[in-house]
Each structure stands twice: as C-alpha cells, then as structure tokens.
C-alpha cells in the first residue's frame, strides 16, 4: 500500500456536508387537534395542502380554541377527506360530523370554520402557564387562509435531535428532521422535494407542549420548564414557502449552505 493523501471518497464528511433529511411529515388539518403522518405531502403557497385549514371556534367569543385554552381538543384526531373536507375522530373511534356532535361533545357552542382569504383566527395564551387559572389571557390575530397562530409560520421543522426522550408529537412539527440542528437553517431558503421555504423565524413554545394526548403522552410540565431554561422558550422553526411543490420522507433539505444531494 502506498503513502499518499486519503482520497477524497474514503475521507469522512465534514458535519455540514451530512444532509438534514426528512424522516417525517405530519398534517394538522383541524387546529389543535392530531394529524395524519404522509409519506408525501403537497404544499401550496400556505404550507402543506390541508394543513391547520378548519378550526373549532367557541360561539361565545369567536375566539380560535386552541389545545391552551381547551386541551380536550388533544384527544382528537383529524384527517382530510378526499372530497376536499375533513373528519374529526375522537380516540374511542366516534366520528363528530357537525356542529351539533362538536358541541355535544364540548359542552358548549361551538363552529367548525374553515379558513378563508379576509378570515382571521384570534388566539389566547395564559401568561403564567405554571397557574393558567389565576393567570392573565392574552390574545392576538393570526394569518389570512390558515389557522396558523403565527404570521410568519406556513410550515414548522424540527430536527429529532433536539427532541431528548419527548414524543415529538407534541410538538406538532409539520418536518421532522433525521438529524442535526435546524436553527442552522435560521435566515436561509431551502429546498425539500420541489419546494422552496424561507425560514424565518424561532418558534416559541407553550403549555401545549406539555399537556397529554392519546398514545401514551402524559402531563409533563418540565417538557416546557426545560425549553424555557435551556432554549430560551424556543424549539423548532418557522418557514415561509418562497415556491410551491411536493416534499417526501428521505428528501435531503438543500439550500445555499447545504449539499446538493438526491
């Protein structure tokens, strides 16, 4: 064997060069609730095609319900219909087909909406989530066309790396990421698939995140305590899509800082 430089296919890849790649794709057709995981989704120029795109409303005070304010929406599951609609199961495997089931089941009046130009969802938060009872509610407007709660979010990404020993389903991330860290990916624009994302934005997270939901998902307050302490509140990121197209699990995420790779 002779002496000579390794060469450059037997040299291992620098840490930047390893490829962040899909390893899930998840859906939130009603907000708050569970979604669907896709093998392939379809993003349009509001994020994945169906995605946070009807919500409960509470009559009342046509306020957006959220898991924050009413975590029993967590122990639902929603998924689209092929006619364009979608269905709410609750974890018993009743099916909740209009208003009148919704509310039956809340306990009060409430509105499946669907989003539409013009229509904004308004959102709460308890400012003290270790006392949401005696603390003060805070609430603000979201996006035109979706139930997003952030204006600068269509589509959320969250490395699996990040995630300790959390189910990651509480985090309702649209992308799961294989590995690495994606606030790497902070002020870039990226490619997954066909599709083109801006990522904006840190997302900031709340007493969601540590509320049960079906599959095994206890309460667990130091879910958030632990983001707080060591994130600064912050877990995931938020894009903007810049061009529409389908993304699939196993796609490397590819941009201007990244490798090209198939």
């Given at each position: 064997?002779?002496?000579?430089?390794?060469p450059?296919y037997?040299?291992?890849?620098?840490?930047?060069?390893?490829?962040m790649r899909?390893?899930q794709?998840w859906?939130?057709p009603?907000?708050?609730?569970?979604g669907?995981q896709?093998?392939?989704?379809?993003?349009?120029d509001?994020?994945?095609?169906?995605?946070?795109?009807?919500?409960?409303?509470?009559?009342?005070t046509?306020?957006?319900?959220?898991?924050?304010r009413?975590?029993r929406?967590?122990?639902a599951?929603?998924?689209l219909?092929?006619?364009?609609?979608?269905?709410?199961a609750l974890a018993?495997?009743?099916?909740?087909?209009?208003?009148?089931d919704l509310?039956?089941w809340?306990?009060?009046a409430?509105?499946?909406?669907?989003a539409?130009?013009?229509l904004?969802?308004?959102?709460?938060?308890a400012?003290d989530?270790e006392?949401e009872?005696g603390s003060?509610?805070?609430s603000?407007?979201g996006?035109n066309?979706s139930?997003h709660?952030?204006?600068?979010?269509q589509?959320?990404?969250?490395?699996?790396?990040?995630t300790?020993?959390?189910?990651?389903?509480?985090?309702?991330?649209?992308?799961?990421?294989?590995?690495?860290?994606e606030r790497?990916?902070?002020?870039?624009?990226?490619?997954?698939g066909?599709?083109a994302a801006?990522?904006?934005?840190?997302?900031d997270?709340c007493?969601?995140?540590?509320?049960?939901?079906?599959?095994g998902?206890?309460?667990?307050?130091d879910?958030?305590?632990?983001?707080?302490r060591?994130?600064d509140?912050?877990?995931?990121?938020?894009?903007l899509?810049?061009?529409p197209?389908?993304v699939?699990?196993?796609d490397a995420?590819?941009g201007?800082?990244?490798?090209s790779?198939?």
């Open positions: 064997m002779t002496d000579g430089p390794m450059e037997a040299r291992p890849m620098p840490e930047y060069a390893r490829p899909v390893a794709l859906r939130y009603v907000k708050s609730t569970g669907e896709l093998d392939v989704a379809e993003v349009d509001r994020g994945i095609v169906g995605d946070r795109q009807w919500a409960i409303v509470d009559r009342s046509a306020k957006t319900l959220t898991a924050r009413e975590p929406l967590l122990s599951h929603s998924r219909l092929s006619g364009g609609g979608c269905e709410i018993d495997g009743e099916v909740l087909r209009d208003d009148d509310c039956r809340l306990g009060y409430v509105s499946l909406t669907r539409r130009p013009g904004q969802g308004t959102y709460e938060i400012a989530f006392d009872t003060e509610w805070v603000w407007d996006p066309g139930f709660d952030s204006t600068r979010t589509i959320s990404l969250l490395s699996l790396g990040r300790r020993d959390w189910d990651p389903r509480r985090f309702r991330a649209n992308v799961l990421l294989d590995a690495g860290d790497d990916l902070i002020d870039t624009t990226i490619g997954i066909s599709m801006t990522v904006v934005k840190l997302i997270r007493v969601m995140t540590t509320r049960p939901q079906p599959g998902i206890d309460r667990d307050l879910v958030l305590r632990t983001i707080n060591e994130h509140g912050f877990l995931g990121v938020g894009a899509i810049t061009r197209g389908v699939a699990v196993g995420i590819v201007p800082d990244r490798p790779v198939g």
